[in-house]
């Protein structure tokens, strides 16, 4: 009989979540990416302009990166798993800094900060559960 770790590590939540941050990096790589003053109005409430914008288009590439990285296919990866992890967590707590220390904050700030805080969470359950023993 399988444990409960074990269906958490293979089962479908885990597959799911990884899938769901993996099409979220992604769509924001992209926008990053085509129109990052958009999203830097979203987010900052401020565009990026000048050398800004094409640092953000380069964060872009990377989301695109990290996020066909981490697409689901049969059996996800620990290592996916734990880089999304990484990622969602320190975004997460980035994002939450620069809204508690400065007046940069759009309409997307929080709850960006909610989204990867929930996944940094549930990523991280499931990392736990996935360890052996």
């Not at 992604?26 to 958009?38: E, H, I, K, R």
């Amino acid at each position: 009989m399988a444990s409960r770790k074990d269906a958490l590590r293979s089962g479908p939540l885990w597959s799911k979540t990884l899938a769901v941050a993996a099409v979220a990096e992604l769509g924001t790589g992209l926008a990053l990416v085509t129109v990052p003053s958009l999203v830097g109005q979203l987010l900052f409430g401020q565009s990026l302009t000048g050398v800004a914008g094409e640092v953000a288009r380069f964060a872009g590439l990377a989301l695109v990166s990290l996020g066909i990285a981490c697409w689901p296919g049969r059996s996800p990866s620990a290592t996916a798993l734990v880089g999304m992890w990484i990622y969602s967590l320190l975004t997460a707590l980035y994002l939450a800094y620069l809204g508690l220390s400065s007046a940069r904050s759009g309409a997307l700030l929080w709850p960006a900060v909610a989204v990867h805080l929930t996944l940094a969470v549930l990523l991280g359950r499931q990392g736990l559960a996935s360890r052996p023993g």
